[in-house]
């Protein structure tokens, strides 16, 4: 794999996007997946990728092994974990949501879930319902489809904004 400039050869990625014939403003994620795809292997480059929320980065050895021993000292996977979560997971997500978002909340606030589509659905019920004179979602587009269906699902109206035109002060405006 060689060293490739960024951004890359503008002219290649174009020719790839109208192979594909579609609109880079309005592609899905498996659109954008598909394209990012050729553009790796014609130009023989490796993306992070994030579309679908997995980088696709190796993990470490010391994860592997760290994830061993929590199987085998807690006994995971052949009993079902706490209901309300595991306690050190619990205080790590305290610690990350103060160290990246200076916000200090209590371990018990830390709500577990299997992944983002359930931490999505449990976020857009909980924010939804929160307070009774409000009942709307707004969601920035691009953004992930399923998201608006669970939203209808929590019996919640939407509105969007496409923000593929808009940064800074024009997204502001346009809220």
Not at 70 to 76: A, F, N, S
Not at 138 to 146: A, I, N, S, Y
Request: net charge negative; glycine share 8%; aromatic share 10%.
């Amino acid at each position: 794999m060689s060293f490739q400039p960024i951004p890359f050869d503008k002219a290649v990625v174009n020719k790839i996007v109208s192979e594909y014939g579609i609109s880079v403003a309005s592609a899905s994620i498996r659109e954008v997946n598909r394209v990012i795809n050729t553009i790796e292997q014609r130009l023989d480059v490796k993306y992070i990728r994030m579309e679908f929320g997995i980088p696709g980065l190796p993990s470490f050895p010391i994860a592997h092994e760290a994830e061993r021993t929590t199987l085998e000292d807690r006994h995971l996977g052949s009993v079902y974990s706490p209901f309300d979560g595991i306690p050190e997971l619990k205080e790590a997500g305290r610690e990350f949501v103060r160290a990246f978002m200076n916000l200090d909340v209590p371990a018990e606030c830390v709500i577990p879930t299997i992944g983002a589509m359930q931490g999505g659905f449990i976020s857009i019920g909980i924010s939804g319902h929160r307070f009774s004179d409000r009942d709307t979602i707004l969601f920035l587009d691009p953004g992930f489809p399923v998201n608006k269906l669970q939203c209808r699902v929590w019996g919640l109206s939407q509105d969007s904004v496409d923000v593929y035109d808009l940064r800074g002060t024009n997204l502001i405006a346009a809220v």
